[in-house]
């Protein structure tokens, strides 16, 4: 298992720890968990950007959900 080192200030670490107690994780989850989450996240909104901005340039149509219901009803 590869180890990444990460410096922080007393405090940081501090409110870090605080954090990691409250969520009942050890501090090496909590920054892991946390980090790869939010750059999930990250990732899936750039992507998101850039394939909307292809279907664009493709002269593509987008359909709003408003659309969709008026075509096809409400499906409940």
């Known amino acids: 298992m590869a180890m990444i ?5 007393d405090d940081e670490k501090e409110w870090l720890q605080y954090m ?4 009942g994780l050890t501090l ?8 790869m989450d939010q750059l999930e996240d990250e990732y899936d909104k750039q992507t998101a950007a850039i394939a909307k ?5 493709d002269n593509h149509k987008t359909v ?13």
């Open 53 to 57: 901005k292809r279907w664009g340039e």
């Open 20 to 23: 990691a107690d409250f969520y």
């Open 28 to 35: 090496s989850d909590l920054i892991k968990n946390y980090s």
């Open 5 to 9: 080192t990460v410096r922080v200030s």
């Open 64 to 76: 709003s959900m408003n659309e969709i219901l008026d075509e096809f009803g409400d499906l409940d």
